[in-house]
């Protein structure tokens, strides 16, 4: 992605959090980089467009790299899990400067991603496709800990994983909605995480 592209994308990203996508216009966003009609169209045809790669970029902020949690622990692993979920938030409010509260961006991107999945049916792919990959991770890291001694459980190793995403998903949102902070969400995901392995835990 070019610079100009990179420069029209986190402009429109800024926009996009603080009014709906039909709230902003063509006319906006154009006016809003400073860059002519022309250079911008070159760029971006249409408003879905630019919405697309708004959210692409925040897909692209949270991309984890699950080789770098523990391979070993299914402890560790959760704690590498938010240790890195505090990284990677952090590194994209960065991006914002301090144009948004913390919980700003966090509720308004709910709202961008629940614009797409009503006006953009291709954007699905782009939470189902991370989701596979995410329990991918879980279910490998569980196994080891099963074949380990680490845990024991007659929830299969799948069913086990989609419970520590699920926490996660819907503690997350619950704590957005009420305004939480990063930290106090963080601290009740590993509080709810902790509870569940001390139910497994050999």
């Known amino acids: 992605m070019s610079d100009s592209k990179e420069y029209i994308v986190l402009i429109a990203s800024r ?44 897909h692209k902020a949270f991309e984890r790299d699950f080789s770098t949690y523990s391979q070993d622990s299914l402890k560790q692993f959760y704690n590498d899990y938010l240790n890195d979920t505090i990284r990677l938030t952090q590194e994209y409010f960065k991006l914002f400067g301090h144009a948004f509260r913390e919980s700003e961006i966090t509720i308004n991107h709910f709202a961008m991603v629940f614009d797409a999945l009503r006006l953009l049916p291709e954007y699905r792919k782009n939470i189902e496709e991370p989701f596979k990959i995410e329990l991918q991770n879980w279910v490998k890291i569980i196994r080891t800990a099963r074949l380990s001694g680490e845990i024991k459980t007659s929830l299969s190793d799948k069913k086990l994983g989609e419970i520590f995403i699920y926490v996660s998903d819907g ?19 590993k509080n709810q995480w902790d509870a569940l392995y001390e139910q497994i835990k050999v």
């Open 171 to 189: 503690l997350g949102i619950n704590m957005i909605m009420r305004g939480a902070a990063l930290k106090d969400m963080i601290e009740q995901l």
């Open 15 to 58: 926009l996009f959090l603080q009014k709906s996508f039909k709230e902003v216009t063509m006319k906006e966003l154009v006016e809003k980089t400073g860059m002519s009609k022309g250079a911008f169209y070159h760029y971006f045809k249409s408003k879905e467009e630019v919405f697309l790669d708004s959210l692409k970029l925040f």
